[in-house]
């Protein structure tokens, strides 16, 4: 294949993972998640046995994939990649189990969608490294023990608290990864064009991490879009001008919020007179997921400052109000 057909075949997906950090020095951003883990393997690795298992919590895009591939690096080990929705059946995860090699690192992301069965076998497994495998049904069935190697288990989850108690007990380190601040994302930005070769002034650089939400995932997603008009309607090189053009384009607004973060806001303050109102109300308002307006929306919608989460439900702040060109009512509280 020639040179240039794999860069035409080249698509998102693959371009995010040329992206991706490779070590701990090359993450950018999560400086106090990055000392932790730095720690728990370090001190993993001098003792010569296998690090505790490890949650990684916080919304879409911020990293917690490129983590567990980075935490599987800095071990030397082998990172299998499966997540809950995949282990329907225990039968599933235990095949995965008994394939593991000693020291590998277990990546599941979306942990707390694990069906039941499996999230039990799960528990034996993180504990004793070993799983009872049910053979057969009713007074017949009969349980065979299975060894399984030592290994560190890493779970990604965007919703740590919809894991069950006993689960999240058995994790020795938790790492909330937070939004990125504007600096580290334009740190993001700066590296990326470095990688693809995009040609970008700081200026540009700065525009855009202030509307990526805060997700480097966005950001470099941005990032691809600026530059496919930099090369479409200019001449290859992403100004202000450049970025601020395109980004108009894709309805990406000065605080960054997208199409469905603008939806839930109107609703919430159009539909709802501001609330309060329950996540699942708000989402068939929006014709979404709850899962995915709880999850994606409402955490960014919160940090920005135009949500509040309330005992009774979702509430728009002044700054929402004000964000839609309205006014206020002069009773609100938050
Ligand atoms: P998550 O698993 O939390 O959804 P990912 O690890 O898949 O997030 O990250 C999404 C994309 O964002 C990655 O492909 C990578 O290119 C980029 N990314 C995430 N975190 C960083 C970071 N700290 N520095 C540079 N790029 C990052």
Same mark, same amino acid.
Request: hydrophobic share 45%.
């Given at each position: ?72 690096? %800095? !071990?030397?080990?082998? /990172?299998?990649?499966?997540? @809950?929705?995949?282990?329907? #059946?225990?039968?599933?995860? +235990? &095949? ?87 600096? %580290? !994302?334009?740190?993001? /930005?700066?590296?990326?064009? @470095?990688?693809?070769?995009? #040609?970008?002034?700081?200026? +540009? &650089? ?87 307006? %709880? ?13 509040? #989460? ?21 009773d609100l509280t938050v």
């Amino acid at each position: 294949e020639s040179p240039v057909t794999a860069e035409f075949v080249a698509d998102d997906a693959d371009i995010d993972a040329s992206l991706r950090p490779k070590s701990l020095d090359d993450f950018i951003g999560q400086p106090r998640v990055r000392e932790q883990l730095q720690l728990v393997l370090t001190g993993a690795k001098m003792r010569g046995g296998t690090p505790d298992h490890i949650l990684l919590s916080g919304p879409p895009g911020l990293g917690k994939t490129s983590m567990a591939m980075i935490i599987a690096g %800095e !071990l030397g080990t082998a /990172l299998r990649l499966t997540s @809950g929705p995949a282990l329907e #059946r225990a039968g599933d995860l +235990a &095949a995965m189990l008994s394939n593991l090699v000693e020291g590998d690192v277990l990546f599941i992301d979306e942990i707390h969608r694990i069906a039941r069965p499996a999230e039990e076998m799960l528990y034996l497994a993180m504990e004793d490294f070993r799983v009872d495998v049910v053979v057969g049904k009713g007074p017949g069935a009969t349980s065979i023990p299975l060894e399984v190697a030592p290994f560190t288990l890493v779970g990604a989850t965007t919703r740590s608290g919809a894991l069950t108690g006993p689960l999240r007990d058995r994790f020795g380190f938790t790492a909330h990864m937070d939004f990125y601040d504007p600096p %580290e !994302l334009e740190r993001i /930005l700066t590296r990326s064009a @470095g990688i693809l070769g995009v #040609r970008i002034t700081t200026d +540009a &650089a700065v525009e855009i991490a202030g509307r990526s939400r805060g997700t480097p995932r966005i950001a470099n997603r941005l990032l691809r879009r600026v530059r496919d008009y930099a090369d479409v309607r200019a001449d290859g090189i992403v100004t202000l001008e450049v970025a601020q053009a395109a980004l108009a384009v894709y309805d990406v607004d000065e605080l960054g919020l997208d199409r469905l973060d603008r939806a839930v806001l109107g609703a919430l303050v159009r539909s709802f007179g501001g609330g309060p109102v329950g996540v699942s109300t708000l989402a068939v308002a929006v014709g979404e997921e709850p899962a995915t307006v %709880e999850e994606v929306c409402e955490p960014f919608l919160v940090r920005a400052g135009m949500v509040a #989460r309330t005992p009774r439900g979702r509430v728009a702040t002044a700054a929402a109000w004000k964000q839609l060109g309205l006014v206020p009512p002069s009773d609100l509280t938050v």
